[in-house]
C-alpha cells in the first residue's frame, strides 16, 4: 500500500516562511516524479512544483516566483517544499504525490491526505 504523508502546514503571518514535507512509504521512490500542488476550497487544484529523481529536473509554477524550493531526500523517501515570502493568496491545502511520468500536467498516481497552510496576520 502507498502512502504519502504531508506535515509542517500551520499558521504563518504574510511575508513569513514555512517548510512542508513529505514522506512516502509502499512505492519505489527513486521512480518516481514527487510533485507539490495546492487546492483551496471551491477552486481548482493547481501545480506548485515538481521534481525528478535528477536534481536537475525541477519546474515551478510561475506564481512561486523564486519563493518556493523543491528538494527531495530519496535516502529517506522524502520531500520538501520551503516556502519563503508567503502571501495570504498561498493560503490552501498543500498536497504531495507521486507520477511516473514527468512535468506539472502529467497525471499523479499517488496522493496524500494534504497539510493547511494559513497565510494570515
Known amino acids: 500500500q502507498v502512502n504519502l504523508v504531508e506535515s509542517g502546514g500551520g499558521l504563518v503571518e504574510p511575508g513569513g516562511s514555512l517548510r512542508l514535507s513529505c514522506t512516502a512509504s509502499g512505492l519505489n521512490f527513486d521512480a518516481h516524479t514527487i510533485g507539490w500542488f495546492r487546492q483551496v476550497p471551491g477552486k481548482e487544484r493547481e501545480a506548485v512544483a515538481c521534481?525528478?529523481?535528477?536534481?536537475?529536473?525541477?519546474l515551478y509554477a510561475d506564481f512561486t516566483k523564486g519563493r518556493f524550493t523543491i528538494s527531495r531526500d530519496n535516502a529517506n523517501n522524502a520531500t520538501n517544499l520551503q516556502m519563503n515570502n508567503l502571501e495570504p493568496e498561498d493560503t490552501a491545502t498543500y498536497y504531495c504525490?507521486?507520477?511516473?511520468?514527468?512535468?506539472?500536467?502529467?497525471?499523479?498516481?499517488?496522493w496524500g491526505q494534504g497539510t493547511r497552510v494559513t497565510v494570515s496576520s
Open positions: 504525490a507521486a507520477s511516473l511520468w514527468w512535468g506539472l500536467s502529467v497525471p499523479y498516481h499517488y
Open positions: 521534481m525528478s529523481n535528477s536534481p536537475d529536473s525541477i
